[in-house]
């Protein structure tokens, strides 16, 4: 709800402050003093287009800020956060600026938003009905959406199953679109998994294979060099049997041992040392006695390392296209059998999608058909309670009608369209709104959808500018009976020139010129009981002390009260 709108630099609008009420605002004026303003800044504070000519002579832009209660909870809340924006104890700032340039800036909840998010927003805050600008029951989806509210439970448990259904057709739709214009991929991608995990198993390689194969190819190739290299350290740790004088690591340090094994016991020191020799000893014998059998062992094999060579240049072969080890390619062939069973399945899953879909259609054609019988039947109990309304809004002759029409493709929200036409006299043709109807008749339209969807639309606040142009007496009254009607649900704004719609109103607001022709700090002013007296004599006799006139006001003053009492 709105709680207050101040404008800057609009039009013929200074400043100016509207303190905003719940129920029934009327918003009143001389000709010339800027009530249309108020519509128009509205507009722009929930995204409606910037005009840079609506800027104020001499402004260097025009600025309209708003502060609106909404709750904690909910889409609202929900659109704020996620453009940036805060609450403030349910409290929301928005404000909008165009310069004189042309250049538009808004702010949402105290961050910069794009205007964009404005309008967005606005869908779920506010229903603007302006003389030039009947923004929101015009838009295709808006009526649809209207008139399935307006449906209720009849139509909401067909609607929510119609919806689940849709959203699982369109997946199964992707996915049976995705592997069947894939299928040659698909296909040439099978192949070569399955030419690769066929030259693997023919390969036969096993885990750590090509680090086994490298070390042997390693040992075979140095195998004379090996060979010496160990005859010669154990022949420096034993001796050499062929030699003369015996000089071996192992004999050398027997002696060592042997001399201070007389005396170890005298120092425990020396006794240390001779212990570590004892240790040195038996791991030099260890390590001979590995020396000899080594050099025994270790041949040279040309054929075996051939045939080693051979196994490498194998696996080396699948390295480069399949892994960079033996490890790499035996995973890569295990991951190339998963797929292949995925691949290879695609003719049985291509026939489970196509049998899911075709139940889908059928589940979706019975629903939409269920949709398009409800939408009918509501349809025509809207247009006539909507024609009803109009008789009393001065348009006895007029006739809405909502037109239904059903389409081949499924959408959404089923397969029809929705469209609300108007026919203002009996041999006038019915039309869309936008097309049948002048700017007054089409506030009074949108006046009377909107009480006979009062309850149903969830639009919190309803702005109405000259919704009684071209009609009074009755009629007004009328008029000013329904938007108080509307009020009870909904906090409902209204400009107005006729006394009769004014009276209705539980908060009145005038627009005041200042001398010179502008309207100024003050120009925007709360009337009490007396006020509003004056403000009506001035509306009906054109003077607000003419003692007829302040008669006339009291006796509609009194009539709205005891209407609303009832």
């Not at 009143?28 to 249309?36: C, D, L, P, R, V």
């Not at 009905?129 to 989806?141: I, K, N, Y």
């Not at 149903?456 to 009609?471: K, L, N, Q, S, Y």
Request: proline content about 4%.
């Amino acid at each position: 709800m709105l709680e207050e709108v101040r404008i800057q630099g609009l039009g013929v609008i200074d400043d100016a402050v509207l303190e905003l009420s719940p129920g029934f605002t009327v918003v009143t004026g001389e000709t010339g003093a800027g009530k249309t303003m108020v519509v128009t800044g509205l507009g722009l504070l929930f995204g409606g287009r910037a005009d840079p000519q609506r800027v104020r002579p001499g402004a260097e832009r025009a600025v309209v800020e708003g502060r609106l209660a909404v709750p904690s909870e909910g889409r609202v809340a929900d659109r704020v956060a996620e453009a940036g924006g805060e609450l403030d104890d349910g409290v929301l700032i928005v404000s909008r600026a165009v310069s004189a340039e042309g250049r538009s800036r808004a702010t949402l909840g105290g961050r910069s938003a794009p205007v964009s998010v404005l309008a967005y927003m606005a869908d779920d805050l506010v229903a603007v009905h302006g003389q030039s600008d009947q923004q929101r029951l015009l838009r295709p989806e808006r009526q649809r959406g209207a008139l399935d509210r307006y449906a209720g439970e009849r139509l909401s448990p067909t609607l929510n199953a119609y919806s689940v259904a849709y959203r699982r057709h369109r997946e199964v739709e992707a996915e049976l679109a995705e592997v069947t214009t894939r299928a040659r991929e698909r296909a040439q991608e099978a192949d070569l998994l399955r030419f690769g995990a066929e030259e693997i198993a023919a390969a036969e390689p096993q885990q750590g294979e090509d680090a086994e194969l490298l070390a042997e190819e390693t040992r075979l190739a140095h195998a004379d060099s090996l060979r010496v290299a160990a005859t010669t350290a154990h022949e420096a740790l034993t001796g050499d049997p062929a030699a003369d004088v015996q000089a071996d690591v192992v004999g050398l340090l027997a002696a060592a041992r042997q001399s201070l094994a007389a005396v170890r016991d005298h120092d425990t020191a020396l006794a240390s040392v001779a212990d570590r020799l004892d240790e040195a000893g038996y791991v030099l014998a260890d390590a001979a006695t590995e020396l000899a059998s080594y050099a025994e062992s270790v041949e040279a094999d040309p054929a075996r390392l051939a045939a080693v060579q051979e196994r490498r240049a194998l696996l080396t072969q699948l390295s480069r296209k399949y892994g960079a080890t033996t490890d790499e390619v035996l995973a890569w062939a295990e991951d190339a059998a998963k797929r292949l069973i995925e691949l290879e399945g695609d003719d049985d899953r291509i026939d489970a999608l196509r049998a899911e879909e075709a139940e889908l259609r059928a589940r979706l054609a019975d629903l939409a058909d269920d949709l398009t019988r409800i939408r009918t039947e509501t349809a025509e109990r809207f247009g006539t309670a909507v024609t009803e309304e109009l008789t009393a809004l001065a348009m006895p002759h007029a006739r809405v009608t909502v037109k239904v029409t059903t389409g081949d493709a499924f959408g959404p929200h089923g397969r029809d369209d929705i469209e609300v036409l108007l026919a203002p006299h009996p041999s006038a043709p019915p039309l869309p709104l936008n097309k049948g109807a002048s700017g007054g008749e089409l506030s009074r339209v949108m006046l009377a959808i909107e009480v006979v969807f009062a309850g149903a639309d969830p639009v919190p606040t309803f702005v109405f500018d000259e919704v009684d142009a071209g009609v009074g007496g009755k009629a007004a009254v009328e008029i000013g009976r329904r938007l108080a009607r509307l009020a009870r649900r909904a906090q409902v704004i209204v400009v107005t020139h006729l006394p009769q719609v004014a009276a209705f109103a539980d908060n009145h607001l005038v627009v005041e010129k200042s001398n010179d022709g502008t309207v100024t700090e003050s120009g925007v002013t709360r009337l009490d009981r007396g006020g509003r007296a004056r403000e009506l004599s001035r509306m009906l006799a054109g003077m607000e002390d003419s003692e007829l006139g302040r008669a006339h006001a009291e006796e509609l003053l009194t009539i709205a009260d005891t209407d609303r009492s009832r």
